[in-house]
Nanobody, 123 residues
Framework: QVQLMESGGDSVQAGGSLRLSCAAS????????LGWFRQTPGKEREGVAL????????YYSASVEGRATISRDNAKNTVYLEMNTLKPDDTAMYYC????????????????WGQGTQVTVSS
């Protein structure tokens, strides 16, 4: 069972930036697509960004396209999400996900979840 541990969540003002990190307990994620999802109370968990294994192709949701950068460091078993020009609508619990050998936006396809890190953006 892979453990994922997020960090970097914070309370920031609109327009600010954050870098989230997610470290895995072992290197079994190297061949997995990794991603970040977020959720607010009463709403479904939604995908924010994905990064494939091997080619490291990034994919972004429309809500963060142009403001987010996902990256991975396989030597550190870590995936990152950098977000700029943060908006109050970005306020959510952010979850790291290890999905599968293929990338998917569907929550049901995620194999491993982190515990989440809170991002709060104030106006």
């Amino acid at each position: 069972q892979v453990q994922l541990m997020e960090s970097g969540g914070d309370s920031v003002q609109a327009g600010g930036s954050l870098r989230l990190s997610c470290a895995a307990s072992d290197d079994s994620i190297i061949n997995m697509c990794l991603g970040w999802f977020r959720q607010t109370p009463g709403k479904e968990r939604e995908g924010v960004a994905l990064i494939s294994s091997g080619t490291n192709n990034p994919y972004y949701s429309a809500s963060v396209e142009g403001r987010a950068t996902i990256s991975r460091d396989n030597a550190k078993n870590t995936v990152y999400l950098e977000m700029n020009t943060l908006k109050p609508d970005d306020t959510a619990m952010y979850y790291c996900a290890a999905i599968s050998s293929y990338c998917s936006w569907h929550v049901r396809d995620v194999r491993y979840w982190g515990q989440g890190t809170q991002v709060t953006v104030s106006s």
